[in-house]
């Protein structure tokens, strides 16, 4: 039976201590949540502060990180490596978010390798994928999320593929406060697993988390939850609150 997974994307936002505060508010909220898999992506100048304040106070929340490049050191000027953040515990990161592709040019060959990468290193990689507005109102949804699931996983052995997680973002929703409906997310989820199905086999295609993000707040998390092809979400701005985090994950 596939875990819920719920994560908060800070993007570019919080100092030091805004951080600090926010992820010992968090887990005074939710430090009793025992069924869901709960993890926040801070800037990577965080990450060393909240990796410390974990490991003092046993806060059980996972940590990621919100970008990586592909190889493990180099002339890569501004980049941080996949083995760098696994010295700070980072144990998951997100690959290919829109924002990604859209203002820094990354293509899904770069996500793929940065895909490899992560699994390689033992990192748990989120693979974004999702439509713009236009290839929506195109009628080109399941031909874009397909192709940036298939280039997302491309050689990528059976051995690895199942630590893979997957989140359906439609550009259109982030950060627009227009969430998909349940009924459009579950049908592109639908589309993902069978596009993994037809990559390796049904076996994997269902043990594969995929997520939801794109608006997602306390108001909405329920219905959302409440499909059997969504394994949980990625919350962008309603992740900053710690009070309004908690009431998402503890959705029920």
């Given at each position: 039976m596939r875990k819920q997974f719920i994560a908060g994307n800070w993007k570019m936002n919080l100092n030091l201590s805004g951080g600090i505060k926010?992820?010992?508010?968090?887990?005074?909220?939710?430090g009793d949540v025992k069924d869901v898999e709960i993890a926040v992506f801070p800037p990577y100048v965080l990450i060393p502060a909240i990796s410390e304040l974990k490991r003092k106070k046993k806060i059980d929340i996972l940590l990621g990180a919100q970008n990586m490049h592909w190889e493990n050191n180099g002339a890569f000027t501004?980049?941080?490596?996949?083995?760098?953040?696994?010295?700070?515990?980072?144990?998951?990161?997100?690959?290919?978010?829109?924002?990604?592709?859209?203002?820094?040019?990354?293509?899904?060959?770069?996500?793929n390798r940065k895909v490899r990468a992560a699994l390689e290193c033992e990192l748990v990689p989120i693979l974004c994928v999702g439509e713009s507005l236009k290839e929506r109102e195109d009628g080109q949804t399941e031909r874009k999320v397909v192709e940036q699931v298939k280039r997302g996983v491309f050689q990528i052995d059976r051995n690895s593929?199942?630590?893979l997680i997957i989140a359906y973002e439609p550009v259109w929703a982030i950060?627009?406060?227009?969430?998909?409906?349940?009924?459009?997310?579950?049908?592109?989820s639908r589309i993902i697993r069978e596009?993994?199905?037809e990559e390796y086999d049904d076996e994997i295609a269902n043990g594969i988390r995929i997520l939801y993000g794109g608006s997602v707040?306390?108001?909405n998390i329920a219905e959302f939850m409440g499909s059997p092809e969504i394994d949980g979400a990625v919350v962008g701005g309603a992740s900053l609150d710690a009070f309004e985090f908690s009431k998402i994950v503890r959705y029920t």
């Amino acid at each position: 039976m596939r875990k819920q997974f719920i994560a908060g994307n800070w993007k570019m936002n919080l100092n030091l201590s805004g951080g600090i505060k926010l992820v010992e508010e968090l887990w005074s909220y939710i430090g009793d949540v025992k069924d869901v898999e709960i993890a926040v992506f801070p800037p990577y100048v965080l990450i060393p502060a909240i990796s410390e304040l974990k490991r003092k106070k046993k806060i059980d929340i996972l940590l990621g990180a919100q970008n990586m490049h592909w190889e493990n050191n180099g002339a890569f000027t501004g980049e941080v490596s996949p083995l760098m953040l696994k010295e700070f515990d980072v144990t998951h990161v997100i690959l290919g978010h829109s924002e990604r592709r859209q203002h820094f040019g990354e293509t899904d060959q770069a996500v793929n390798r940065k895909v490899r990468a992560a699994l390689e290193c033992e990192l748990v990689p989120i693979l974004c994928v999702g439509e713009s507005l236009k290839e929506r109102e195109d009628g080109q949804t399941e031909r874009k999320v397909v192709e940036q699931v298939k280039r997302g996983v491309f050689q990528i052995d059976r051995n690895s593929i199942g630590l893979l997680i997957i989140a359906y973002e439609p550009v259109w929703a982030i950060g627009t406060g227009k969430a998909a409906t349940v009924t459009d997310a579950s049908d592109v989820s639908r589309i993902i697993r069978e596009a993994i199905s037809e990559e390796y086999d049904d076996e994997i295609a269902n043990g594969i988390r995929i997520l939801y993000g794109g608006s997602v707040n306390s108001k909405n998390i329920a219905e959302f939850m409440g499909s059997p092809e969504i394994d949980g979400a990625v919350v962008g701005g309603a992740s900053l609150d710690a009070f309004e985090f908690s009431k998402i994950v503890r959705y029920t």
